[in-house]
């Protein structure tokens, strides 16, 4: 291997700047040429490259969001597509890929990678924390962290007006966000797809909680079942017309701001263990950490959410615990 693409595909997340400087980084450190690719998959089907330094990442480590820019590409979906990619790569002689994303960035890596014999390695960047074969997730800690901050000052101003303040936070298909910034800020109630609490559950616990305490924050994952925080917030209403019942949701904020340390160093310890990885022949892997080891799981399986959630009814127990 001789000359590494690297690109940042799917929802962005922090860290992933921290990430590419690692992948550049070690890729000079093992005097390899390193290639920028722009915008995800779709800078792989227009040949949106450019060969990256040491200067190019420096400086970027502390920065959220991707200095290479991200993308959904629908054409990396049909063979045709992946055909260009192909062809982009052998003309520009990069021989391997570092690509950083979620599931359907490995998806469409394993696919290219299956058809076209070709080495690619992932690094988890995602703040879902949805995938197989790593313990944490690159800008996961970043974006709970993002939550609890944003949510502390909600319960500054749901204490003073006595409100119930419904928050909405990111994962479509996981609770793991929600659950584990609703322990965090001490949520009365947490609603996540996995604990299936319906409202009336939900309604039943605001009758029979705790009467001492006015303000109540409840913490809805957007995937839930109950459809999210403002439909929550309807059914609440309805039922509790003396109640001063808010709803806020929380967005992209989740998604943008400088990395914490843990997902700096993350990071750093992937990017560079993906090019190593290269080098020692894997592919069709992405690198994770599980017990402070290096670990690599073939795509297929990081993919398959298998306990990744991490949503075990022992943490389920404990937010309940801790909700009344
Ligand atoms: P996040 O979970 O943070 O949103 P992600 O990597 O899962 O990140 P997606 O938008 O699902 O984000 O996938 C990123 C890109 O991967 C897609 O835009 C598409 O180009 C490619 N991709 C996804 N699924 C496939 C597939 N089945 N075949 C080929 N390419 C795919």
């Not at 690509?99 to 080495?119: H, L, M, N």
Request: with cysteine; aromatic share 6%; proline share 3%.
């Amino acid at each position: 291997i001789q000359n590494i693409g690297v690109l940042t595909s799917g929802g962005d997340s922090p860290g992933m700047n921290a990430a590419i400087r690692a992948v550049v980084r070690g890729s000079l450190y093992y005097k390899l040429k390193v290639t920028g690719i722009l915008r995800g998959y779709d800078g792989l089907i227009n040949a949106d490259f450019f060969p990256m330094e040491g200067k190019s990442v420096a400086n970027i480590i502390q920065r959220g969001g991707t200095i290479l820019k991200t993308a959904r590409c629908d054409e990396f979906r049909t063979p045709e597509g992946r055909a260009k990619a192909y062809k982009n790569l052998v003309e520009s002689n990069i021989d391997a890929l570092v690509v950083i994303g979620g599931d359907g960035t490995f998806t469409g890596a394993d696919i290219f990678s299956q058809e076209y014999d070709f080495p690619i390695v992932g690094l988890p960047g995602t703040i879902d924390n949805d995938l197989e074969g790593t313990d944490l997730t690159i800008g996961y800690d970043t974006a709970i962290n993002t939550v609890v901050n944003a949510v502390d000052k909600i319960r500054d101003t749901a204490e003073s007006h006595d409100r119930l303040f419904i928050v909405e936070v990111m994962g479509r298909d996981s609770g793991l966000i929600a659950l584990r910034s609703g322990i965090g800020v001490g949520a009365e109630a947490i609603l996540i797809p996995e604990a299936k609490m319906t409202t009336e559950d939900l309604v039943e616990r605001v009758e029979h909680g705790r009467k001492d305490k006015a303000s109540k924050i409840i913490v809805v994952a957007e995937g839930d079942e109950a459809g999210g925080a403002y439909n929550v917030g309807e059914v609440l209403k309805e039922k509790f017309p003396h109640h001063d019942i808010r709803v806020s949701v929380l967005g992209h904020i989740q998604r943008g701001g400088s990395p914490s340390c843990a997902d700096r160093v993350l990071a750093s310890r992937l990017g560079v263990a993906a090019v190593e990885g290269l080098l020692a022949g894997k592919s069709k892997v992405m690198v994770g950490q599980i017990n402070k080891e290096i670990v690599f799981t073939p795509f297929s399986k990081a993919i398959k959410h298998i306990d990744a959630t991490q949503v075990t009814p022992a943490w389920l127990h404990l937010a309940e615990i801790l909700s009344l």
